[in-house]
């Protein structure tokens, strides 16, 4: 799985003409490992997470809903007794400029519970929406809760999605089996991150996932941002899209 350099590249880099990768130190035969992260539920918290991430030239994709969004921010839920607001829809495009936006259906349902018709209404429509509202191919998908099952993931690549996420932990992200069930490595609290994060250089990609509402103090916020720190300084990895992942094998 060993880096080869294009020939033009070789050939002036062999002539002289060209140093390899002046901009970075990193060994000419091994290609960086691709990390790719998303975010789900289009939350308040979703803005100072885009902060760090920005701070840190990360790319991320966001997994949005479609009518859940009011007019003003609104009552989410409450996680570990803090208050989860959705963002306003007015506000949606200027916070997620310049990030990746996932679908995540239109309401958020447990898509396995429904017949056909809403099933596929809900797909679709929530794809729909988002291609318009934010002027970007909506490619990705999140199965809402995690759920879903043969059917669910048929009609999900029928209404024409690269991938579907699935909230199930592996070892090998990618490529996945089936891309309508593409498993991250982990949550982004995962004990294991760091382990997985590791033994995913081998593979070339490691995918984390997660709800930014679940970063809930201030050590909490300084322990992700020491984490994507490490992530952009480290010469072995370096940030990608995940619709770029299969635009490559597509
Ligand atoms: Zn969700």
Redesign the pocket.
């Known amino acids: 799985m060993g880096y080869k350099p294009t020939c033009a590249h070789n050939a002036l880099y062999l002539a002289g003409v060209a140093a390899p990768y002046p901009f970075k130190m990193r060994p000419l035969m091994q290609k960086p490992m691709r990390v790719v992260q998303c975010w789900?539920?289009g939350v308040t918290t979703d803005i100072p997470l885009i902060e760090i991430l920005r701070r840190h030239q990360a790319k991320a994709t966001f997994n949005l809903n479609t009518s859940v969004y009011q007019q003003e921010r609104s009552y989410l839920t409450t996680f570990k007794g803090t208050e989860v607001l959705r963002l306003a829809m007015s506000e949606l495009r200027g916070v997620y400029e310049g990030f990746t936006i996932g679908n995540?259906t239109v309401s958020?349902p447990s898509l396995p519970t429904l017949p056909d018709a809403e099933a596929r209404r809900e797909i679709v429509d929530g794809r729909d929406f988002l291609q318009q509202h934010f002027q970007q191919p909506v490619d990705g998908f999140a199965y809402?809760?995690g759920h879903y099952d043969a059917r669910i993931m048929e009609l999900v690549r029928e209404a024409g999605h690269a991938y579907a996420r699935t909230i199930v932990p592996t070892d090998v992200a990618f490529p996945p089996a089936d891309p309508m069930a593409f498993h991250p490595h982990c949550h982004f609290l995962a004990e294991d991150f760091d382990t997985k994060y590791e033994a995913a250089k081998t593979s070339g990609v490691f995918y984390f996932w997660g709800h930014s509402f679940e970063l809930l103090d201030d050590a909490m916020w300084t322990d992700f941002e020491r984490r994507i720190s490490r992530i952009a300084a480290d010469p072995e990895s370096e940030w990608a899209e995940l619709t770029d992942l299969f635009a490559a094998i597509h």
């Open positions: 789900d539920d995540h958020h809402p809760i």
